[in-house]
C-alpha cells in the first residue's frame, strides 16, 4: 500500500510493506511507480518518502525472493530500477524520512532520493551478499555517496552501520531525535520551498543526467545468480537463523 498526501505545498508519500519490517516486493514497487506519478501535482514542491510505522524498510521480502526463476529475478530487479529512476528523475526535491532499519532494497530506495534525514536508532547497510545475491542498480550511489573505500566494505561484507557512523561518512545529511523527525525533516524541506521551482527543476534534471546510468551488466549478474543454487540456499539459512 502507498498513500499519498498532499499539505502546504509538501507531498507525503509513505509506502507500506509486508509485517513489521515493512519488507518490499513487487507488488509494492509496482504501486509505488504509480504512486510517483501522483507527486507531479502542482501543488506539491516537495516530497518526503517514507515509511509506514517506525521501520523505513527492512529490505527486499527474501520469502518471495528466494523462488525467483532467472527470468523472474531479471523481471524484478528492472521494475526496481526503473521505480527508482523515477525517484531520481522526480521534477522536485525528495526527501528520504528514515526510522529504523534501512537496509538491502530499502537503502537503494534511500539513496535515490536527495536527502536523506533519520532518526539517531535508525540504522543502514546493504546485505544482500550476505543472502546469496550481488547489491545491483542503485547500490552504485553508495559509491559517490559515501567514496568508494567504504563502499567497497559495505557491500563486500553486507554489514550494517548505525546512524552516528552514517551521519559520519555522509551517507545521511541530517540525524535527529526520534520525537523530533518529522520536525527536522519538515525543516529540510521548507529549504525548498523559499527556492524556485523552475530552477530546482532545471537543477534536478542536471544532476540526473551526472549520476544516471542502466548497468546492463549488473542485471544480468544479478539475475544469472539464480541459475545457481546460491541464492535459495542463502536466503533459506539467513530465514532460518542457521549457517548455509
Avoid at 516486493?25 to 507527486?39: C, I, K, N, P, Y
Avoid at 551517507?171 to 530552477?199: G, Q
Wanted: hydrophobic share 40%; glycine share 6%; aromatic share 6%.
Amino acid at each position: 500500500m502507498v498513500d499519498v498526501k498532499i499539505e502546504d505545498s509538501v507531498c507525503f508519500l509513505t509506502f507500506k510493506g509486508k509485517g513489521r519490517l515493512n519488507l518490499l516486493g513487487r507488488e509494492l514497487f509496482e504501486e509505488l511507480e504509480r504512486a510517483l506519478d501522483e507527486t507531479r501535482d502542482e501543488r506539491a514542491r516537495v516530497v518526503i518518502l517514507r515509511g509506514h510505522g517506525d521501520i523505513f524498510s527492512a529490505g527486499i521480502d527474501l520469502n518471495e525472493m528466494k523462488e525467483f526463476s532467472p527470468e523472474e529475478a531479471e523481471s524484478f530487479i528492472r521494475l526496481l530500477d526503473g521505480t527508482m529512476k523515477k525517484v531520481m528523475s522526480l521534477p522536485k526535491p525528495v526527501i528520504a524520512q528514515i526510522r529504523g532499519y534501512c537496509l538491502g532494497g530499502g537503502l537503494e530506495l534511500a539513496l535515490s532520493c536527495d536527502i536523506r534525514v533519520a532518526s539517531e536508532n535508525s540504522s543502514f547497510g546493504l546485505p544482500e551478499i550476505r543472502v546469496g545475491v550481488p547489491s545491483v542498480i542503485k547500490a552504485s550511489l553508495l559509491l559517490p555517496t559515501v567514496g568508494i573505500g567504504r563502499a567497497r566494505e559495505l557491500i563486500l561484507t553486507g554489514e550494517t552501520i548505525d546512524a552516528e557512523e552514517a551521519l559520519r561518512i555522509g551517507l545521511v545529511n541530517k540525524l535527529s531525535p526520534d520525537d523530533r523527525l518529522d520536525e527536522d525533516t519538515m525543516e529540510m524541506a521548507r529549504k525548498f520551498l523559499k527556492l524556485s521551482p523552475y530552477i530546482v527543476q532545471v537543477q534536478k534534471e542536471v544532476l540526473y543526467r551526472w549520476i544516471s546510468s542502466l548497468d546492463e551488466q549488473s542485471i544480468k549478474a544479478f539475475s544469472l545468480c539464480f541459475r545457481t543454487h546460491y541464492p535459495r540456499r542463502w536466503m533459506e539459512a539467513f530465514l532460518e537463523k542457521r549457517e548455509p
